[in-house]
């Protein structure tokens, strides 16, 4: 039975945000001037770009995840459906998974690689094991994983009863052959959406070490 | 860290197709070659009740089967007796939100019974792994380029020698979201699509599945190129001078270490946009000067949206099968004259083909496959 | 009836506008490219605002283009056509 593969990647930086129903800390007046830009981000693409702003991104790819994607304008658009009226198409061209890390990219003018995955719960190991294989190239990433479900109605759906209904996780990343003294141990967190946990446990233990570098296995 | 073998060779070991037109890659393939569009007009799409064209895959089992029905093909012509050891990239746009707004619409709009392993992006792989064991499984959602980018994973995952094989899923069906999202664009149109011609009307949506087995076991098509780049322009349009797309292109030649004078034929992205047509035909002029053959077999199999990628792969593949290269379907007047845009099939020597795949965000991905000949 | 004020209300709440008071737009401003600086995405979404708002409907784009000219334009098509 083959040996699973191993990478290990250096946490250049990170950053992680979080609120109960809307993050009011995003600095969206200063990230993003153009207000004709500005006001069409989704939560998601502004959470992203203050993450990513964060971590001093530097026009790096991108590996972005969302386990639900653009909530809001999904929302929008099936209400739309349903009652029949015209769909805004705003809400249409921002109901894409990969809005966010699009908006990030028009922003920065970054005409670098930019990906999206989703595997719901395990959407942080995914970004993960995308943003390892792909770190193999030996330049950096821009790892990033955002949730963002205010909607009225997100009761009938929040199954897990998380309480933060925004929250996201950038990591700065590089491949390094030095030895990993971050393992994902999968550390729970009932407050945020289990598709950001193991994100989030490599935040928060990058923030205990001087040189934090994780093992992914693959 | 242990990395073994890096830069292996990566081959397509099989495949298999379903949409509108046809539920195996030769059937899908003949009709690209015969002119035989599965687009049909349907008047229950629209919120306004106004006619759409419609790639729509004529069958009484539902899309979740045809999916297992394209695995297990797969399964059956390869040499695995399963996919323990394999890797399932899955790349979709759609997703669950057909089975969703069902749901939502048959509950009279409450979100109570919306399950999200069944309407999330995930959904497509959790219906396969229900049925097949697969080794692990990642989902692409980029748009129009899912698929593609799951292909461009698959690729990586193999030259690095994580995996032997991968199973690379694109899979999208059709939901009242897209079709009333594209016309809410202005970009749907309700005749058949001419993509590259002056008087093109817009887009057809359409469902399919494309399943590609690649490993690294030398077969007779070879995935020798993957490029890809952001436009980093606007959210819905492509740059109008194709800048991003020329990128890509410029991109998956550099990855096969081929100039663009040694590309055989290009399957267009050619949705029949105003937009994308104009902006892909320049790249393609500007970065192609010797005029390869160019097609987009859209206006047969409808814009197949996140499995585009995987299927179109899969018809550029079967023309280095048959060395055949497919018409452009319902072309009446070049808009761009200097492009090779042929009316008719061409059968010809064939080595290496350019697959072209553009998303909203500017999301753009090239392939290249290469006919491999037998060497004993 | 509605005044050219309430129009610019309309505009600015529906295509999300940000840091613009009604006092800002002129009534001779042009809605798009100089004046306000929407764009075509932005003349989608007013068809549909027209429509939900005040059941005036177009059958196409090309309608839209001396109708949108101005917001005076505008506030004086809607009075004339609004359900």
Redesign the interface.
């Known amino acids: 039975m083959?040996?699973?593969?191993?990478?290990?990647l250096k946490i250049i930086a990170s950053a992680f945000v979080s609120a109960d129903s809307k993050c009011e800390t995003l600095d969206e007046k200063r990230l993003v001037p153009k207000m004709m830009l500005r006001r069409?981000l989704t939560r998601g693409a502004k959470i992203a770009i203050y993450l990513a702003s964060e971590v001093g991104y530097r026009n790096e790819r991108i590996i972005f995840g969302s386990?639900?994607?653009e909530v809001k304008a999904?929302v929008d658009?099936?209400?739309?459906?349903?009652?029949?009226?015209?769909?805004?198409?705003t809400a249409?061209?921002?109901?894409?998974?990969?809005?966010p890390?699009?908006?990030l990219?028009?922003l920065?003018?970054?005409?670098?690689?930019?990906?999206?995955?989703?595997?719901?719960f395990?959407t942080s190991l995914?970004v993960l094991?995308?943003g390892a294989?792909?770190a193999?190239r030996g330049d950096r990433l821009l790892l990033l994983n955002v949730d963002a479900f205010s909607f009225e109605?997100v009761e009938?759906?929040n199954?897990c009863e998380v309480s933060k209904l925004e929250s996201g996780v950038a990591l700065l990343v590089e491949?390094?052959?030095e030895k990993p003294n971050i393992m994902i141990e999968n550390i729970k967190n009932s407050e945020i959406s289990p598709s950001l946990w193991q994100m989030l446990e490599i935040y928060n233990k990058s923030k205990e070490l001087e040189k934090p570098i994780v093992e992914v296995v693959? | 860290?242990?990395?073994?073998n890096?830069n292996r060779d990566v081959y397509i070991e099989s495949m298999s197709a379903c949409c509108s037109v046809g539920d195996s890659s030769e059937a899908i393939f003949n009709a690209t070659l015969l002119g035989q569009s599965g687009v049909k007009k349907h008047q229950g799409f629209l919120?306004?009740k106004t006619d759409s064209a419609i790639g729509k895959i004529e069958s009484s089992r539902s899309f979740d089967s045809l999916i297992i029905e394209s695995i297990e093909k797969i399964l059956s012509e390869s040499n695995l007796k399963d996919f323990s050891?394999t890797f399932l990239a899955v790349g979709t746009?759609v997703?669950g939100?057909a089975w969703?707004?069902n749901q939502?619409?048959k509950d009279g709009?409450?979100?109570?019974n919306?399950k999200?392993?069944k309407q999330?992006?995930?959904s497509i792989?959790?219906t396969i792994k229900q049925k097949f064991n697969f080794k692990?499984?990642?989902?692409?959602?980029?748009?129009c380029t899912s698929s593609s980018?799951a292909i461009?994973?698959a690729k990586?995952?193999i030259e690095?020698?994580?995996y032997?094989r991968v199973l690379v899923v694109g899979a999208d069906s059709i939901s009242?979201?897209t079709v009333?999202?594209?016309?809410?664009?202005?970009v749907l149109s309700a005749e058949i699509a001419t993509p590259f011609d002056t008087n093109r009307t817009g887009m057809n949506v359409a469902e399919g599945i494309g399943a590609i087995l690649l490993s690294s076991t030398p077969s007779e098509i070879k995935l020798v190129g993957v490029g890809?780049?952001?436009?980093?322009?606007?959210?819905?349009n492509p740059h109008p001078k194709g800048e991003?797309a020329k990128?890509a292109m410029q991109n998956a030649l550099k990855s096969a270490n081929l100039n663009p004078n040694q590309i055989d034929y290009i399957n267009a992205h050619g949705t029949g946009t105003v937009a994308n047509d104009s902006a892909e035909g320049k790249a393609i002029e500007e970065l192609f000067p010797h005029n390869p053959p160019v097609s987009s077999t859209k206006s047969i199999t409808g814009h197949t949206l996140g499995a585009c990628g995987a299927i179109e792969l899969i018809i550029s593949s079967m023309v280095l099968k048959e060395q055949t290269i497919p018409k452009n379907f319902n072309l009446k007047t070049k808009e761009i004259e200097s492009l090779n845009l042929p009316q008719k099939s061409i059968k010809k020597e064939i080595n290496f083909v350019l697959s072209n795949a553009f998303?909203?965000?500017?999301?753009n991905v090239s392939l290249i496959v290469q006919k491999v000949y037998d060497e004993r | 009836m509605i005044t050219t004020d309430r129009l610019k209300e309309i505009l600015i709440e529906g295509l999300a506008l940000e840091d613009i008071n009604p006092n800002e737009i002129a009534d001779s401003d042009a809605l798009f490219n100089e004046g306000l600086g929407l764009d075509s995405?932005d003349a989608?979404e007013l068809v549909?605002i027209l429509d939900n708002e005040f059941g005036i409907k177009f059958k196409n784009?090309e309608e839209t283009k001396a109708v949108f000219a101005t917001i005076q334009h505008l506030t004086d098509y809607i009075n004339e056509h609004k359900k």
Do not use: W
Request: glycine share 8%; charged share 15%.
């Open positions: 083959k040996d699973n593969l191993k990478i290990n069409r386990a639900y994607g999904t658009i099936v209400e739309s459906i349903y009652n029949k009226t015209l769909l805004s198409p249409f061209q921002n109901s894409v998974h990969n809005t890390a699009s908006y990219s028009i920065s003018q970054n005409q670098a690689e930019v990906t999206t995955v989703s595997d719901l395990d995914s094991k995308t294989v792909k193999l109605g009938e759906i199954s491949v390094t052959e693959i | 860290m242990n990395i073994k890096k919120n306004d050891t746009s997703g939100m969703a707004e939502f619409i709009g409450s979100y109570k919306i999200l392993e999330s992006i995930h792989a959790h692990d499984s990642i989902t692409f959602s980029t748009a980018n461009i994973f990586e995952l690095v020698g994580a032997e009242y979201t009333n999202g594209f016309n809410a664009l202005g890809c780049s952001s436009d980093a322009y606007n959210i819905t991003g990128l998303a909203f965000g500017g999301n | 995405v989608i549909v784009m």
